[in-house]
């Protein structure tokens, strides 16, 4: 006699969010084939939290003390092993949503984690070459087996133990509402990354200021084929380079300001 077929192993949606009000519902939307969606809100202002609740999920709230931390935080949260973490401005496709069930059917028995690529829309076109993709992502995975490691609390990245597949599809990237909230995202993130490596002791050099940025474009732009997204592919590999650039003089100027901040304390000490 046959064996009754087995149950497809239960999946956890992760998403954090902060003010996503605007580009949450079509996320929550394409993550409606997993069996429960998490979601963490660090203190909106906006009716973010209410439209998650009224989609099914569940809402806690948890101060932001770091990109790492807080999804960390929401994947031990949730009620199965396997999560699928998104983000808020990032949308399933219909590939992937189906690469991702028929792995579930299985057991998810081919790895502990899973990576697949991801597409951002920019300036009115999909990228389809440069830095921007396929950059890929590896978001679900056995938390038992994996999570939101290391010290980074931006760009920071899953890792699993154990060995890691690749879907076909990808996740669909809205990263900027326009791009004036590009250059202040990159303004940001180029603060915290600068914050971090301050804090660990790290040091700009004249390499990062003027190297590190210029290589980042011609790698992009030309050696990547972003000149193959037009006139976007131009600006995405300009800009992404500028926020590299600020990284390291915002690193230099912490070191300066740590630097002269010494005498005075070493005065009044006398």
């Avoid at 149950?7 to 949606?13: E, I, Q, Y």
């Avoid at 998650?52 to 990109?67: C, H, I, K, N, T």
């Avoid at 002791?201 to 193959?228: E, K």
């Amino acid at each position: 006699m046959p064996l009754p077929p087995r149950d497809p192993t239960p999946l956890s949606a992760i998403v954090i969010t902060h003010d996503e009000a605007d580009r949450l519902g079509d996320c929550l939307a394409s993550l409606a084939f997993c069996d429960e969606i998490v979601v963490v809100d660090s203190g909106s202002g906006d009716a973010t939290r209410e439209l998650a609740a009224s989609m099914g999920a569940r809402v806690l709230v948890r101060p932001f003390d770091g990109f790492r931390r807080q999804k960390q935080f929401a994947v031990a949260q949730a009620t199965h092993d396997w999560v699928l973490c998104v983000d808020a401005d990032e949308r399933v496709d219909a590939a992937l949503r189906q690469a991702i069930l028929a792995e579930r059917a299985s057991g998810f028995a081919r790895a502990a984690g899973y990576r697949f690529a991801r597409r951002s829309w920019y300036l009115g076109r999909w990228l389809r070459h440069g830095n921007a993709y396929p950059d890929r992502k590896l978001r679900l995975f056995d938390r038992r087996r994996g999570g939101w490691r290391g010290e980074r609390e931006v760009h920071e990245s899953a890792s699993v133990d154990g060995p890691v597949a690749t879907l076909r599809g990808q996740l669909l990237h809205l990263p900027f509402r326009s791009f004036e909230h590009q250059l202040a995202k990159g303004r940001r993130y180029a603060q915290m990354m600068a914050e971090h490596a301050h804090a660990r002791g790290r040091r700009a050099s004249w390499r990062q200021l003027v190297l590190a940025p210029a290589w980042r474009f011609w790698r992009g732009y030309l050696l990547r084929g972003g000149f193959l997204d037009g006139r976007a592919g131009l600006v995405y590999a300009y800009v992404t380079a500028f926020t590299a650039r600020q990284k390291a003089i915002r690193l230099w100027t912490l070191q300066l300001e740590s630097s002269a901040s010494r005498p005075a304390a070493e005065q009044a000490g006398r």
